[in-house]
């Protein structure tokens, strides 16, 4: 199980970033997928969650109307769109799924 997260970066308040997550050494498809983030001395927390075929999403409530979670499952890849930007979501961001998460990619929200 491999998933190699991508797209982070420093961006202004209210600026936007898409992050993507590649995936493989599994069956995509199958697999509901998540975004998690964790910021230094914070808990870890849940962002996003898609199902696996339906696309049903869900949002914690400080992302939600501002981040869009998708996928292509024939790309075998998970996508976060993070719109209107709050130096509150600066994070380490990770995909993950039930059989384990990607490494991270680091999303800095600063002017």
């Known amino acids: 199980v491999q998933l190699v997260e991508s797209g982070g970066g420093l961006v202004q308040p209210g600026g936007s970033l898409r992050l993507s997550c590649a995936a493989s050494?599994?069956?995509?498809?199958?697999?509901?997928m998540s975004w998690y983030r964790q910021a230094p001395g914070k808990e870890r927390e849940l962002v996003a969650s898609i199902t696996s075929t339906s696309g049903t999403t869900d949002y914690a409530d400080s992302v939600k109307g501002r981040f869009t979670i998708s996928r292509d499952n024939a790309k075998n890849t998970l996508y976060l769109q993070m719109d209107s930007l709050k130096p509150e979501d600066t994070a380490v961001y990770y995909c993950?799924?039930?059989?384990?998460r990607g490494q991270g990619t680091q999303v800095t929200v600063s002017s």
């Open positions: 050494g599994f069956i995509f498809s199958s697999y509901a």
């Open positions: 993950a799924n039930l059989l384990g």
